[in-house]
């Protein structure tokens, strides 16, 4: 059974820095990149950072040059450096794992909430 735990969430006032892990189990099978994800009240859920297996990372064009994504494979963990925070931030921030292959699959955590006051 795969689980995604995140943790690292809470309220921070703008210029502000957190970091968000997400420690992944069970994923036995072949990962073909993993990611950050967020949703804000009243709007769709949307891609924040993604790494893959290689290693090669992509960014919404909202976070680059503030944010950082990276993964430590022997520990099965994602990381989430967010720094400059600003209020349009403020969201809940899901970790994704995607299957290689396909049809690939996607696997969730249950969401962090990150809170950025002005």
């Known amino acids: 059974q795969v689980q995604l735990v995140e943790s690292g969430g809470g309220l921070v006032q703008a210029g502000g820095s957190l970091t968000l892990s997400c420690a992944h189990s069970?994923?036995?099978?072949?990962?073909?990149?993993m990611g950050w994800y967020r949703q804000a009240p009243g709007k769709q859920r949307e891609l924040v950072a993604a790494?893959?297996?290689?290693?090669?990372?992509n960014y919404a064009e909202s976070v680059k040059g503030r944010f950082t994504i990276s993964r430590d494979n022997n520990k099965n963990l994602v990381y989430l450096q967010m720094n400059s925070l600003k209020p349009e931030d403020t969201a809940v921030y899901y970790c994704?794992?995607?299957?290689?292959?396909?049809?690939?699959?996607?696997?969730w955590g249950q969401g962090t909430q990150v809170t950025v006051s002005s």
């Open positions: 790494i893959t297996s290689g290693r090669s990372t």
């Open positions: 994704n794992v995607r299957s290689a292959g396909i049809p690939y699959r996607d696997f």
């Open positions: 069970g994923t036995f099978f072949s990962i073909n990149a």
